[in-house]
């Protein structure tokens, strides 16, 4: 099992880093392509479907892994009743995108037309439930197999674009086909693995029982995608396509080193798990050194970025980006924050204490979107840059505050800032 589980983390590893590497030098020869105009009227599509997305995802996939997991022989009412709520999601959020995006831009009817091609692709969502069915079996080579073909294929066409001098609308087809492929392909894996159609039947109470514990989930997903797409929405809303362009420009530089605490976090996790139960001492102390390592690797890049970031951006994206650096500067010490938390997230599992993270969030994206609503328009992309850093890191460092079980947490969070903690063993 041992072996199962180490070829499976190296699988979800190879993904990650695959995705994040090549969507990142992928995306700047787009953006080079495009130009900060229609790259942002893209980025500002992608944004407004993902809040609707989100929705559609229905985010009870950890519930539902772990039904599977106790309940094997339920698997065929799991995966039926997983798929129906996904697809009715699904059809909600893709028959909603559509008017909420006349309402929001009625006389910007190529933007109408981006967000119609992209919605198509939250129609897919569903069939996560195969996915889920994978990750129950610790057997994610599949989904990765899949995912990373579709990537691959999807990339290369591209770059034919680009090359071929297609317009905006070409891409954001290629994402849709991206989803499309990467869903047809799963079918047929499942299909050909399992020998057999899916079998799925759907069970009222069990979809009542996924709803019910995978609430929390799907309000967590829910804040997370409103902290991380709504200040691209009301940029694109309150500037322009142009400043959309440019803050996502900023914001795929500054997220580009984050998939290595991404990794980390996921690669010591059930070190962690097991050190709780033998030496609660040793679990804190280790936590703190952890905490500590992000801390400085964040001021370390901040710092960095500080010093080249313009021009890393001409270079990167090109002259027409170089109004990319101002916020860059700023959204780019959000990592601290953004790392820790990951972190944390080791801590908050191990205790049971989600909602108590849901609650954070709960405060930190109003925060997030009532500065947004003053600072767009007064300090523009800069305004938008600002805004997220101070919400994020009332979140992850202020609000937690308020909750006595979360305490603990964010004074080891505090104390980490002393790098003595990197150096000095349990």
């Given at each position: 099992?041992?072996?199962?589980?180490?070829?499976?983390?190296?699988?979800?590893?190879?993904?990650?880093?695959?995705?994040?590497?090549?969507?990142?030098?992928?995306?700047?020869?787009?953006?080079?392509?495009?130009?900060?105009?229609?790259?942002?009227?893209?980025?500002?599509?992608?944004?407004?479907?993902?809040?609707?997305?989100?929705?559609?995802?229905?985010?009870?996939?950890?519930?539902?892994v772990r039904e599977l997991t106790k309940f094997p022989e339920r698997e065929k009412e799991i995966l039926g009743s997983t798929f129906r709520l996904k697809l009715w999601g699904s059809l909600a959020a893709t028959v909603l995108v559509l008017p909420a995006a006349w309402l929001?831009?009625?006389?910007?009817?190529?933007?109408?037309?981006?967000?119609?091609?992209?919605?198509?692709?939250?129609?897919?969502?569903?069939?996560?439930?195969?996915?889920?069915?994978?990750?129950?079996?610790?057997?994610?080579?599949?989904?990765?197999?899949?995912?990373?073909?579709?990537?691959?294929?999807?990339?290369?066409?591209?770059?034919?674009?680009?090359?071929?001098?297609?317009?905006?609308?070409?891409?954001a087809l290629a994402s849709t086909m991206e989803i499309a492929l990467y869903a047809?392909?799963?079918?047929?894996?499942?299909?050909?693995?399992?020998?057999?159609?899916?079998?799925?039947?759907?069970?009222?109470?069990?979809?009542?029982?996924?709803?019910?514990?995978?609430?929390p989930l799907i309000a967590g997903s829910l804040l997370f995608i409103l902290h991380t797409r709504i200040d691209q929405v009301m940029i694109g809303q309150m500037l322009g396509e142009v400043h959309v362009g440019l803050y996502s420009a900023a914001i795929s530089i500054s997220e580009a080193w984050m998939f290595v605490p991404v990794l980390i976090v996921q690669a010591v996790m059930p070190y962690f798990v097991q050190l709780r139960e033998s030496d609660p001492t040793g679990?804190?102390?280790?936590?703190?050194?952890?905490?500590?390592?992000?801390?400085?690797?964040?001021?370390?890049?901040?710092?960095?970025?500080?010093?080249?970031?313009?021009?890393?951006?001409?270079?990167?994206?090109?002259?027409?980006?170089?109004?990319?650096?101002?916020?860059?500067?700023?959204?780019?010490w959000t990592g601290i924050f953004v790392a820790q938390a990951l972190v944390r997230g080791i801590w908050v599992i191990s205790e049971n204490l989600q909602l108590f993270r849901l609650f954070s969030s709960l405060i930190a994206v109003p925060i997030n979107i009532v500065l947004n609503l003053f600072w767009i328009q007064k300090y523009g992309i800069e305004g938008a840059a600002a805004a997220s850093l101070i919400s994020i890191g009332v979140g992850t460092w202020l609000v937690p505050l308020i909750f006595k079980p979360m305490r603990q947490s964010n004074l080891d969070m505090m104390r980490s800032m002393n790098p003595r903690y990197l150096f000095v063993r349990s």
């Amino acid at each position: 099992m041992k072996t199962q589980l180490f070829a499976n983390l190296n699988w979800l590893f190879a993904d990650r880093i695959l995705r994040i590497v090549g969507s990142l030098v992928i995306g700047i020869w787009v953006a080079r392509y495009l130009g900060p105009g229609n790259f942002g009227l893209l980025n500002f599509a992608l944004s407004f479907v993902a809040l609707f997305g989100m929705v559609g995802r229905l985010s009870i996939d950890q519930v539902a892994v772990r039904e599977l997991t106790k309940f094997p022989e339920r698997e065929k009412e799991i995966l039926g009743s997983t798929f129906r709520l996904k697809l009715w999601g699904s059809l909600a959020a893709t028959v909603l995108v559509l008017p909420a995006a006349w309402l929001a831009q009625p006389d910007n009817p190529l933007f109408l037309l981006l967000v119609a091609i992209m919605a198509f692709g939250i129609l897919f969502n569903a069939l996560d439930a195969i996915d889920i069915f994978y990750q129950a079996r610790v057997l994610s080579k599949y989904v990765v197999q899949a995912r990373s073909i579709a990537f691959l294929i999807l990339s290369a066409i591209r770059v034919g674009l680009i090359f071929g001098n297609f317009s905006v609308l070409w891409f954001a087809l290629a994402s849709t086909m991206e989803i499309a492929l990467y869903a047809g392909l799963l079918v047929w894996i499942y299909r050909h693995k399992e020998g057999r159609g899916s079998g799925w039947n759907w069970q009222r109470s069990t979809a009542r029982h996924l709803i019910k514990d995978g609430w929390p989930l799907i309000a967590g997903s829910l804040l997370f995608i409103l902290h991380t797409r709504i200040d691209q929405v009301m940029i694109g809303q309150m500037l322009g396509e142009v400043h959309v362009g440019l803050y996502s420009a900023a914001i795929s530089i500054s997220e580009a080193w984050m998939f290595v605490p991404v990794l980390i976090v996921q690669a010591v996790m059930p070190y962690f798990v097991q050190l709780r139960e033998s030496d609660p001492t040793g679990y804190r102390h280790r936590l703190i050194q952890l905490y500590s390592a992000m801390f400085w690797a964040g001021v370390a890049v901040g710092i960095i970025t500080m010093l080249i970031g313009q021009r890393a951006i001409v270079f990167l994206f090109g002259e027409a980006y170089s109004g990319a650096s101002a916020p860059l500067v700023l959204i780019i010490w959000t990592g601290i924050f953004v790392a820790q938390a990951l972190v944390r997230g080791i801590w908050v599992i191990s205790e049971n204490l989600q909602l108590f993270r849901l609650f954070s969030s709960l405060i930190a994206v109003p925060i997030n979107i009532v500065l947004n609503l003053f600072w767009i328009q007064k300090y523009g992309i800069e305004g938008a840059a600002a805004a997220s850093l101070i919400s994020i890191g009332v979140g992850t460092w202020l609000v937690p505050l308020i909750f006595k079980p979360m305490r603990q947490s964010n004074l080891d969070m505090m104390r980490s800032m002393n790098p003595r903690y990197l150096f000095v063993r349990s």
